[in-house]
């Protein structure tokens, strides 16, 4: 018996420490516990695998393996317009506009060819009037009435124009059965020195040709008798154009400012001051241009017609007027004036009259070319010899002998033109420092030439 109370306290004290044990492990399973990470790996790669696991095995197109780990992070892709690289996108930018001024281009062109005989009508009358405009200012400064001032300056400059041509045609009529002759002696002359050359051509061989022309012009009659009929249009319109381009000179030369004035408002306002004060400076380049051409024309022709007429070749006369006219294209007339020359010297008086009348040619024209044209023209007009040629032979191909005269000065207003808009911009909206160079002041107004009524 006294050893039960042992036994029972050793027993309630093991109940008691697995009550508590229990206690304390309620409380633990009460408390939340996050899982350390290894364990949450392993606990999110297990739907992974549940899902895996749920693919058919023959589905072997829907097995994706997953990325490695060392895979680079993928970026978005860029806009398309970003992807296109910076010079292909200023290459299309340009080249639409390009597209759109080529159209544009076109298009008037198109126009202009529809109405070309008024489109030559007037710049004819343009340049008339830019020679003839100091006339009328000097009659208006000694008291004369404008109207009278215009009328007589008018009829006179058309008139000696036409005295010109007429003066032409009568020598050319005057003369032709002698230049016939001439040609004919000349022929003879070529046929003779052509056996007796080096080249051993033969009397048949000559007699071939002869009739191969003979039988080309007899096969080209229609064609002959067309080139007539267009012959009497091509008069019909040269009368028309002279009559337009008379009736525009007068009014350029007597209403020419209110004439500009309405041009002007035309044109959009925000561009009209720019407009305005680019005017009078092509007005002035085009009086220089045409005022310099007569000069230079004129030396031309009297001296190369004095070289002729010393050389005792026919028509010297005529030709020194045709060298005159033809001077108003430039190059290509002064070379063909020449060599009209060379060619009536060579059938007429020889091969050493005509190498003495080439030497003539080419002297006065280096003269011209080096001497007078930057003395006289100086920097009024500054077109660079192959401008000079490509714009003749494309007004040659646009609207014949009409353009190739009008081609030249059309460049060099629309490059004053160019030059001034591009200055006054500069001054409208200055560079950064730093920017482009080059943007001098702008000339003054007093400086730049006059509208035509002035």
């Known amino acids: 018996m006294p050893k039960m109370p042992e036994w029972f306290g050793r027993a309630s004290a093991r109940i008691s420490h697995i009550g508590q044990r229990l206690d304390e492990r309620r409380a633990a399973a009460e408390e939340p516990d996050e899982p350390p990470p290894p364990r949450a790996v392993a606990v ?46 200023v290459a299309a930018e340009a080249g639409w506009r390009l597209l759109v001024l080529a159209a544009t281009v076109w298009v008037l062109m198109k126009v202009i060819s529809a109405v070309r005989l008024v489109v030559l009508a007037f710049v004819v009358a343009l340049l008339v009037s830019a020679l003839l405009q100091p006339f009328v200012a000097r009659l208006t400064r000694h008291g004369v009435p404008r109207g009278l001032a215009t009328a007589l300056t008018t009829l006179f400059g058309f008139a000696m124009m036409g005295l010109m041509g007429w003066f032409v045609v009568w020598q050319i009529m005057e003369n032709v059965d002698q230049l016939s002759r001439q040609v004919q002696d000349g022929i003879e002359d070529l046929r003779r020195w052509l056996l007796d050359s080096p080249f051993h051509v033969t009397e048949k061989q000559i007699n071939d040709v002869a009739k191969n022309l003979r039988d080309a012009v007899g096969t080209n009659t229609e064609q002959l ?16 154009g002279l009559l337009l381009a008379f009736f525009s000179t007068i009014f350029l030369l007597y209403d020419g400012k209110k004439i500009w004035g309405w041009c002007l408002k035309l044109v959009p306002a ?35 017609g004095i070289g002729i007429y010393f050389l ?23 070379v063909v004036s020449g060599a009209l020359a060379v060619v009536v010297a060579l059938v007429t008086q020889g091969v050493f009259t005509a190498v003495l009348v080439l030497a003539v ?56 033109v160019v030059g001034y808009l591009r200055r006054y911009a500069h001054e409208a909206h200055p560079p950064a420092p730093g920017g482009a160079p080059g943007a001098g002041p702008l000339p003054k107004a007093e400086e730049a030439g006059t509208v035509p009524a002035e």
């Open 44 to 89: 999110a790669a297990v739907p992974a695998a549940r899902e895996e696991a749920a693919v058919p095995a023959d589905d072997t197109s829907a097995r994706v393996p997953p990325p490695p780990a060392y895979a680079p992070a993928a970026t978005p892709r860029p806009e398309p317009a970003a992807a296109v690289p910076w010079g292909v996108r």
């Open 270 to 304: 925000a561009a009209r001051e720019g407009v305005a004060g680019a005017g009078p400076r092509a007005w002035g380049t085009l009086t220089a241009y045409v005022r310099g051409t007569v000069i230079v024309a004129l030396i031309d022709a009297v001296f190369i």
């Open 361 to 416: 040619v080419l002297a006065v024209q280096q003269i011209e070319g080096h001497i007078l044209q930057p003395f006289i023209l100086g920097r009024a007009v500054r077109v660079h010899p192959l401008a000079v040629v490509l714009s003749v032979a494309a007004g040659g191909m646009i609207a014949g002998i009409g353009g190739a005269v009008v081609a030249v000065p059309l460049v060099a207003v629309l490059n004053t």
């Open 225 to 240: 008798t067309s080139a007539g009929i267009e012959g009497v249009t091509v008069i019909v319109e040269l009368f028309t």
């Open 312 to 334: 005792d070749v026919p028509m010297a006369v005529p030709l020194a007027v045709i060298i005159f006219l033809a001077a108003f294209v430039p190059l290509v007339g002064a």
